[in-house]
């Protein structure tokens, strides 16, 4: 690959991994599924199957919850050198979880890496196999309290598709 075609590649990949995390974080189940190969296979410890499965599979499980955020890092990619419409890739997340534990607003954090492998089909990268690796995690009760008060007229994002980020008409005349 040239130099060109390698930092293109890796763009799009970059790309890629921030469109399966905003999937997640709105609950877009359509945008989330087109990270995937239809063929794909993934393994996060409490799922193993599917790309598409995992999709259904996670965006049930977050709806339950009342606010989501996936903040990705570092994100090392790699090319195979026999095959350039294939990479390898390492990326480092920390995911806040606001759920209801008995009840309780409670904040949980679990961070980790992607352990990754992607396929370039008809010129399009995609996940071929994602791995999920935790490194640590915590649970503790909700502590924003300072949102109701001090930060009452912050603008507060939503957990599903009426998100903002979703309204070009509003951002284009802001």
């Given at each position: 690959m040239?130099d060109?075609?390698?930092?293109?590649?890796?763009?799009?990949?970059?790309?890629?991994?921030?469109r399966?995390?905003?999937?997640?974080?709105r609950?877009?189940h359509?945008?989330?599924?087109?990270?995937?190969?239809p063929?794909?296979?993934?393994?996060?410890?409490?799922?193993?199957?599917?790309?598409?499965?995992?999709?259904d599979?996670?965006?049930?499980?977050?709806?339950?919850?009342?606010?989501?955020?996936?903040?990705?890092g570092?994100?090392?990619?790699?090319?195979?050198?026999?095959?350039?419409?294939?990479?390898y890739?390492?990326v480092y997340y920390?995911?806040?979880?606001?759920?209801?534990?008995?009840g309780?607003?409670?904040?949980?954090?679990?961070?980790?890496?992607?352990?990754?492998?992607?396929e370039?089909?008809n010129?399009?990268?995609?996940?071929a196999?994602?791995s999920?690796f935790?490194?640590?995690?915590?649970?503790?009760p909700a502590?924003?309290?300072i949102?109701?008060t001090?930060?009452?007229?912050?603008l507060?994002?939503?957990?599903?598709?009426?998100?903002?980020?979703?309204?070009?008409?509003?951002?284009a005349?802001?």
């Amino acid at each position: 690959m040239t130099d060109l075609a390698t930092l293109i590649a890796k763009d799009a990949i970059r790309d890629l991994a921030s469109r399966y995390m905003r999937g997640q974080d709105r609950l877009d189940h359509t945008l989330q599924l087109a990270t995937f190969w239809p063929d794909s296979t993934t393994d996060y410890g409490i799922f193993k199957g599917s790309g598409p499965d995992f999709v259904d599979f996670a965006q049930n499980l977050l709806t339950e919850h009342l606010a989501n955020q996936h903040i990705i890092g570092q994100h090392l990619i790699e090319f195979d050198p026999a095959d350039p419409t294939r990479a390898y890739g390492e990326v480092y997340y920390y995911a806040f979880h606001r759920i209801l534990d008995d009840g309780a607003p409670t904040d949980m954090v679990i961070s980790g890496r992607y352990l990754d492998r992607y396929e370039q089909r008809n010129g399009e990268w995609r996940f071929a196999h994602r791995s999920e690796f935790v490194d640590w995690a915590r649970k503790e009760p909700a502590a924003d309290a300072i949102l109701t008060t001090d930060l009452a007229a912050c603008l507060m994002g939503r957990h599903d598709m009426q998100d903002r980020s979703y309204d070009r008409a509003w951002l284009a005349t802001a």
